[in-house]
């Protein structure tokens, strides 16, 4: 099994190559810079391994030789959809790491009949969030006859964004201090309120500050559970911080992303709200330690998996390609599905 890893000199790509080295799996280090190349090699112990330089023009040319694809070279929106293509003319899965909401449907809209001709799966973001919400959602979904609307909820506290996170985020501020897409009545809409501002997360007595937020689970959860409402929440207080545009000069001051203890001390806590029409309904949960870390442990099992279990050709939300009870156990997230308590609204003063 031998995969190539796209943008491979980025701070979420060594994490990757790192775990692919001790899982066993030959790596190929693609990126468009041969000095930052060598140097990420040397960086993550790989020293030995291929290491090809490609731009735009060359990139299936790259791929080739190669079971899958795992691409880390952010902004996605800005070079994400080349990456793909070339993935796709070369014959490799493809799986990347982006949250970007509208790369991601741009994805789904406009290569799935090329995946399936050429016999190619693509699943995109396969990070610490997309992922294992949209299985927990498609878990849900088995337990329930009918839903209305499924509202998603992060809150990550400590730890601190990369600079490839952070130019993601300047890279899409229009979504984000709009609040990004809504999926309702069959479509996916922009610029709807939230439903919900406020959220009680497990174990805590108040209330947590909510604003809609353009996550990658609204594109995805759609193409496999039946509900009438999906719409992506974050904590109020980092919306407000990451809708203040950065300068890209002072980003590029900044260190490459968490120091492993900073990764370590992170808590990650991520909720899907079902609602039924009785207005009742289940509520997922997925916590965990380390985003960077989670998000190249899922790169890597989902990439594995394409190559050795043959998911169906095309381009596939995480729970169209994965099992997703066998999926989240693999990775070792702790989840749970338990009935949904009230919204603070509806609680008695
Ligand atoms: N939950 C989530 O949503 C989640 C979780 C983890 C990661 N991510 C995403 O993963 C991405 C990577 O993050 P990171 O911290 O690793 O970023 P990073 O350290 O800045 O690395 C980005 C990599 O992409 C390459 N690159 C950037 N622009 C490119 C372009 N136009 N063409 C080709 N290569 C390009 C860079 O290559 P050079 O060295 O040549 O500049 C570098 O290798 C970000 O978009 C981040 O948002 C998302």
Sequence with gaps: MRIAVYGASGYQAKLVLTELSRRGIDAVLVGRDAER?????TEVGLAASPRRVADRTTLTHSFAGCDAVINCAGPFTASGQAVVRAAIDAGCHYVD???????????????????ERRGVTVVPAVNDGCLPGDLVAHLIADRLTSIDQITVSHVIVGGGPSRGSLRSALHTLDALTTGGLTYDNGA????????????????ASEPTEMAKFPLPEVVTIPRHVRVGHVEGLAEAALVARLSTSVPPELIDTLPEG???????SQRFTYVFDATTPDGRGLRGLVQGVDTYGTTATIAVEAARRLIADDAKP???APAQAFEAADFLSAVGLSWSISPRPSPPSDRPC
């Design 37 to 41: 190349l060598r140097r990420a090699a």
């Design 97 to 115: 790491t982006a949250g970007e909401q509208l790369y991601l449907k741009t994805i789904f809209d406009t290569l799935a009949g090329e995946a």
């Design 188 to 203: 996916w809409h922009s610029g709807l309120p939230a439903r919900n501002t406020s959220i009680v997360l497990p174990g």
């Design 258 to 264: 968490p120091t492993p203890e900073a990764r370590l």
């Design 314 to 316: 095309g381009v596939l």
